[in-house]
């Protein structure tokens, strides 16, 4: 079943640089309507990002003493992960641009330091707060049918680490410094992944885990990594590098993790997610049906 499905639905295993999509047709005919992950070079009817706005060097200027809520973990870099039965979510810290960026390491791995990893994700609209101006270009509505639910920038350190998930989004990233390196896989993967329902914690200021409340939290607590190996499940798994001037769509529903090399400046476009019949065909697969 596995390889009948790769055949006809998913895209070559590694992905190929695409040239970008001119028209809204084009990019939703080839890639949305079929649910199709696709990595682009920059242009097109993607966001042209100035070069204010590209690297931390260029946004200091503009952005230094601007309050920004950070997320702060141990020195693993995991946001939103499990350990022990707890679903733990990082510490958020208000602090100004400049402060922020003076915690970044550009070349330490997580076996390296056990300071505090930094980084600056969120899921609000954060970049509806800042003073950058980056509008959804009038092609990119047209080739999802509607505005975008958020736009967000992504701003940390080859540290930074996250975990396996899934959203409700279509997905439209942008990196404009250094690399992001995604590992993701098809929504009829989800079989293979083992959830665990957890106590719902966070850390405190001094790093220690907390309890939030009684609400217990459902998480993913295998990876798309440790799947890699498996002979038979390997094909269906991609691992990109998103480097600087490209762009990725990542499809609604479609399983994802991710991790920087060095420090890295990103945005991303999110675009309510459709759920039509092909969403309902992989959730049939999923119950062997």
């Known amino acids: 079943m596995l390889s009948n499905l790769q055949s006809l639905h998913l895209p070559p295993n590694p992905l190929r640089l695409h040239d970008p999509p001119t028209t809204p047709f084009e990019f939703h005919r080839n890639f949305i309507s079929q649910s199709k992950p696709a990595l682009f070079k920059s242009g097109g009817i993607f966001p042209s990002i100035s070069p204010e706005y590209r690297t931390l060097t260029s946004l200091t200027p503009l952005i230094s003493s601007t309050p920004l809520s950070i997320n702060i973990t141990p020195s693993h870099g995991k946001?939103?992960?499990?350990?022990?039965?707890?679903?733990?979510?990082?510490?958020?810290?208000?602090?100004?641009?400049?402060?922020?960026?003076?915690?970044?390491?550009?070349?330490?791995?997580?076996?390296?330091?056990?300071?505090?990893?930094?980084?600056?994700?969120?899921?609000?609209?954060?970049?509806?707060?800042?003073?950058?101006?980056?509008?959804?270009?009038?092609?990119?509505?047209?080739?999802?049918?509607?505005?975008?639910?958020?736009?967000?920038?992504?701003?940390?350190?080859?540290?930074?680490?996250?975990?396996?998930?899934?959203?409700?989004?279509?997905?439209?990233?942008?990196?404009?410094?250094?690399?992001?390196?995604?590992?993701?896989?098809?929504?009829?993967?989800?079989?293979?992944?083992?959830?665990?329902?957890?106590?719902?914690?966070?850390?405190?200021?001094?790093?220690?885990?907390?309890?939030?409340?009684?609400?217990?939290?459902?998480?993913i607590s295998n990876d798309l990594k440790s799947l890699q190996s498996n002979p038979t499940l390997s094909p269906f798994i991609y691992e990109i590098d998103v480097r600087e001037g490209e762009v990725l769509y990542l499809p609604f529903g479609w399983f994802h993790e991710v991790e920087s090399v060095g420090i890295n400046v990103s945005y991303n476009w999110w675009f309510d997610g459709e759920y039509d019949l092909k969403w309902t065909l992989m959730e049939l697969i999923d119950l062997g049906i």
Request: hydrophobic share 30%.
């Open 79 to 219: 946001g939103d992960y499990i350990d022990s039965g707890r679903f733990i979510k990082p510490y958020e810290s208000t602090m100004s641009f400049s402060e922020f960026t003076k915690s970044l390491f550009p070349n330490l791995k997580n076996t390296q330091t056990d300071k505090p990893v930094y980084y600056l994700s969120s899921q609000n609209s954060n970049l509806s707060h800042l003073p950058i101006n980056l509008p959804t270009p009038l092609q990119l509505n047209e080739a999802f049918s509607k505005q975008p639910e958020a736009v967000n920038i992504w701003i940390g350190d080859g540290r930074a680490y996250t975990t396996c998930h899934r959203d409700v989004f279509e997905n439209v990233y942008v990196v404009c410094e250094g690399v992001k390196r995604f590992r993701i896989a098809p929504p009829y993967l989800k079989k293979y992944l083992e959830v665990e329902t957890c106590t719902n914690c966070s850390f405190n200021s001094n790093l220690e885990i907390i309890l939030d409340d009684e609400t217990p939290v459902k998480w």
